[in-house]
């Protein structure tokens, strides 16, 4: 084997973790290294990379594949850590007021008065380390640490927008409402995320900022159609307006219902998670049913309930969780046909899943609870025709970006996303799982970055317990009750990527699922890594649905593979 001499001056990565088998996570000597790898990785991609997320003392590189992954997590060990270079960028200035409610209580915890907390925060220039939480969120490091504080003991519910704050030694703006832990000690009118600029983050890793001490904000008036988010009814009242000649309308949207595609991808830098349906496979095959591309947009319905009516003649597949598929025909006129000139139709069918079938003007579709499974994936022919969010018309309903979800009354017209000139052949449908109390769900799991904060005993209760699938469960993420998992380390980990699949463990030791509208960074150790072939498994675990995971006794194990010897 050949042996590579290092200078004792070169800076490397100290080890590389697996987070399952499409990431790895590289750990380095602290905020300059990660700056520098992110930046060397930004300007020449590794084969097979799909996305960087830096934290506070890693870096987390996404692979197309797991062998890709596997080829990154070796190479990164190979490289020789250089300086970033500073932004020409020039400086970002943010106008702020400083009247935060955590004001005086930021100027005890440093021994600053007030004047000094403001001195302290505007005479600095502060770089954008990473991105996190929320779109446009910028987690900024200062030149020194004399305004570190620690987050407040209890969240506030709810942070107003352009909030000014502090938690632990990083800076940030709040770009919009939302719960919140950071000291505020100011407010700012500057939009940190704005969907209508070619650039929509204010700031971006490697920026430089810095803050001026102002009497008042200019707030600027808030953008139209490109900020509609999945958090926002307004943008399905505008889409009620609109006529649409050839479509889909929607009479009930059942539990909730979204628009879906496969996704957006690579902009994990600005905080901004890749969405998309939940069960990718199912939403493929309803595509290919009708003709589609694979990442034609279609609806994702929960649980049943989902009642749309035809507005022309229509090919639709409805694909997913086993469940009865009726179609009633409208009311309609024939004079000759009875004494009066009325005959009332209202005649009803069912069509099979998995199958095509014409659904033609005026009738309606009624997607009924299922039998087995969770969720359903309703595809017409040519996509549904909504607005692109950074290249995809998903809905991701932690960030808010994207459609909103579908409300009654709304109309979804036809696009032109289709693939063949045919329909396809009925398919057999897949077993998906039970209904609470009719089985168990085995999902695969690998050991994750942070397995190493649990000893066996836990490792062995992970997989050695049925988890119930909470009520609070959502998009974002699976809550799961069962005996709760002790770590063997105190302390808090400093946030770090994270991936669909992550297993967290919060401090009362009950495991959330990251699913596809997780935040990018995260805070709690992660046990274990769901393989990304049972993601689309685990979308269909019903709320009280039970979860058995599985340890893969022969995936990679990266981290022997990757990690250094101790004396190089």
Same mark, same amino acid.
């Given at each position: 084997?050949?042996?590579?001499?290092?200078?004792?001056?070169?800076?490397?990565?100290?080890?590389?973790?697996?987070?399952?088998?499409?990431?790895?996570?590289?750990?380095?000597?602290?905020?300059?290294?990660?700056?520098?790898?992110?930046?060397?990785?930004?300007?020449?991609?590794?084969?097979?990379?799909?996305?960087?997320? =830096?934290?506070?003392?890693?870096?987390?590189?996404?692979?197309?594949?797991?062998?890709?992954?596997? =080829?990154?997590?070796?190479?990164?060990?190979?490289?020789?850590?250089?300086?970033?270079?500073?932004?020409?960028?020039?400086?970002?200035?943010?106008?702020?007021?400083?009247?935060?409610?955590?004001?005086?209580?930021?100027?005890?915890?440093?021994?600053?008065?007030?004047?000094?907390?403001?001195?302290?925060?505007?005479?600095?220039?502060?770089?954008?380390?990473?991105?996190?939480?929320?779109?446009?969120?910028?987690?900024?490091?200062?030149?020194?640490?004399?305004?570190?504080?620690?987050?407040?003991?209890?969240?506030?519910?709810?942070?107003?927008?352009?909030?000014?704050?502090?938690?632990?030694? $990083?800076?940030?703006?709040?770009?919009?409402?939302?719960?919140?832990?950071?000291?505020?000690?100011?407010?700012?009118?500057?939009?940190?995320?704005?969907?209508?600029?070619?650039?929509?983050?204010?700031?971006?890793?490697?920026?430089?900022?810095? $803050?001026?001490?102002?009497?008042?904000?200019?707030?600027?008036?808030?953008?139209?159609?490109?900020?509609?988010?999945?958090?926002?009814?307004?943008?399905?009242?505008?889409?009620?307006?609109?006529? &649409?000649?050839?479509?889909?309308?929607?009479?009930?949207?059942?539990?909730?219902?979204?628009?879906?595609?496969?996704?957006?991808?690579?902009?994990?830098?600005?905080?901004?998670?890749?969405?998309?349906?939940?069960?990718?496979?199912?939403?493929?095959?309803?595509?290919?049913?009708?003709?589609?591309?694979?990442?034609?947009? =279609?609806?994702?319905?929960?649980?049943?309930?989902? &009642?749309?009516?035809?507005?022309?003649?229509?090919?639709?597949?409805?694909?997913?969780?086993?469940?009865?598929? %009726?179609?009633?025909?409208?009311?309609?006129?024939?004079?000759?046909?009875?004494?009066?000139?009325?005959?009332?139709?209202?005649?009803?069918?069912?069509?099979?899943?998995?199958?095509?079938?014409?659904?033609?003007?005026?009738?309606?579709?009624?997607?009924?609870?299922?039998?087995?499974?969770?969720?359903? $994936?309703?595809?017409?022919?040519?996509?549904?025709?909504?607005?692109?969010?950074?290249?995809?018309?998903?809905?991701? %309903?932690?960030?808010?970006?994207?459609?909103?979800?579908?409300?009654?009354?709304?109309?979804?017209?036809?696009?032109?996303? &289709? =693939?063949?000139?045919?329909? +396809?052949?009925?398919?057999?449908?897949?077993?998906?799982?039970?209904?609470?109390?009719?089985?168990?769900?085995?999902?695969?799991?690998?050991?994750?970055?942070?397995?190493?904060?649990?000893?066996?005993?836990?490792?062995?209760?992970?997989?050695?317990? +049925?988890?119930?699938?909470?009520?609070?469960?959502?998009?974002?993420?699976?809550?799961?009750?069962? %005996?709760?998992?002790?770590?063997?380390?105190?302390?808090?980990?400093?946030?770090?990527?994270?991936?669909?699949?992550?297993?967290?463990?919060?401090?009362?030791?009950?495991?959330?699922?990251?699913?596809?509208?997780?935040?990018?960074?995260?805070? $709690?150790?992660?046990?274990?890594?769901?393989?990304?072939?049972?993601?689309?498994?685990?979308?269909?675990?019903?709320?009280?649905?039970?979860?058995?995971?599985?340890?893969?006794?022969?995936?990679?194990?990266?981290?022997?593979?990757? &990690?250094?010897?101790?004396?190089?």
């Amino acid at each position: 084997m050949e042996t590579v001499m290092h200078t004792a001056t070169a800076k490397r990565v100290r080890s590389v973790r697996p987070v399952g088998t499409r990431a790895v996570l590289a750990e380095l000597d602290g905020l300059q290294d990660v700056l520098a790898l992110q930046d060397m990785l930004n300007k020449s991609p590794l084969p097979g990379q799909v996305d960087v997320l =830096a934290a506070a003392e890693t870096v987390m590189v996404v692979g197309e594949s797991a062998a890709a992954t596997r =080829a990154i997590g070796a190479r990164l060990l190979e490289l020789e850590l250089t300086a970033s270079e500073a932004t020409d960028s020039g400086l970002v200035v943010i106008e702020t007021v400083y009247d935060g409610d955590d004001l005086a209580d930021v100027a005890e915890l440093t021994g600053l008065s007030v004047d000094g907390v403001i001195a302290a925060h505007t005479s600095q220039i502060w770089t954008v380390a990473f991105a996190g939480f929320a779109p446009g969120f910028g987690y900024m490091v200062g030149e020194n640490e004399a305004l570190t504080v620690p987050r407040r003991p209890s969240p506030r519910t709810a942070v107003p927008a352009g909030s000014v704050a502090l938690g632990g030694q $990083y800076s940030a703006v709040y770009p919009r409402s939302s719960p919140g832990g950071w000291q505020l000690i100011g407010r700012t009118g500057a939009r940190m995320w704005d969907l209508d600029r070619a650039q929509p983050a204010l700031v971006r890793p490697g920026d430089r900022v810095q $803050y001026k001490a102002v009497r008042e904000v200019v707030t600027a008036s808030p953008s139209s159609a490109g900020n509609a988010s999945a958090g926002d009814s307004s943008a399905g009242d505008s889409d009620k307006e609109r006529h &649409t000649e050839s479509g889909l309308r929607i009479l009930n949207p059942g539990a909730q219902s979204l628009i879906q595609d496969l996704g957006r991808r690579g902009y994990g830098p600005l905080g901004v998670s890749a969405a998309g349906a939940l069960d990718r496979a199912s939403l493929r095959r309803a595509n290919r049913l009708v003709g589609n591309a694979s990442s034609a947009a =279609a609806i994702e319905s929960v649980n049943g309930g989902l &009642t749309v009516e035809a507005i022309g003649d229509q090919v639709i597949a409805v694909a997913g969780a086993p469940t009865t598929l %009726t179609i009633e025909s409208p009311s309609w006129i024939d004079s000759e046909g009875s004494d009066d000139g009325y005959v009332q139709s209202g005649a009803q069918r069912t069509v099979p899943m998995a199958a095509p079938f014409a659904l033609l003007d005026g009738e309606v579709l009624t997607v009924g609870a299922p039998q087995s499974g969770f969720r359903n $994936y309703v595809a017409i022919r040519g996509g549904v025709d909504a607005p692109e969010v950074l290249g995809s018309q998903s809905a991701d %309903t932690m960030s808010g970006i994207g459609p909103a979800p579908l409300a009654i009354g709304q109309e979804l017209p036809a696009g032109q996303a &289709t =693939a063949s000139t045919a329909v +396809e052949s009925p398919e057999l449908q897949p077993d998906f799982p039970g209904l609470p109390g009719q089985g168990v769900t085995v999902l695969d799991v690998v050991p994750g970055p942070r397995a190493d904060w649990f000893d066996q005993e836990a490792l062995d209760s992970l997989c050695g317990q +049925e988890w119930l699938v909470t009520p609070q469960s959502n998009r974002v993420g699976m809550r799961l009750d069962g %005996t709760p998992l002790r770590r063997t380390r105190e302390g808090e980990l400093p946030s770090e990527g994270t991936m669909a699949g992550a297993l967290q463990i919060p401090p009362a030791g009950l495991p959330v699922l990251f699913l596809a509208d997780h935040p990018i960074t995260g805070g $709690y150790p992660v046990i274990g890594v769901v393989r990304d072939e049972h993601l689309d498994l685990a979308a269909q675990v019903p709320i009280g649905g039970r979860i058995r995971f599985r340890l893969v006794p022969d995936a990679p194990d990266f981290t022997t593979t990757f &990690t250094k010897n101790p004396e190089n």
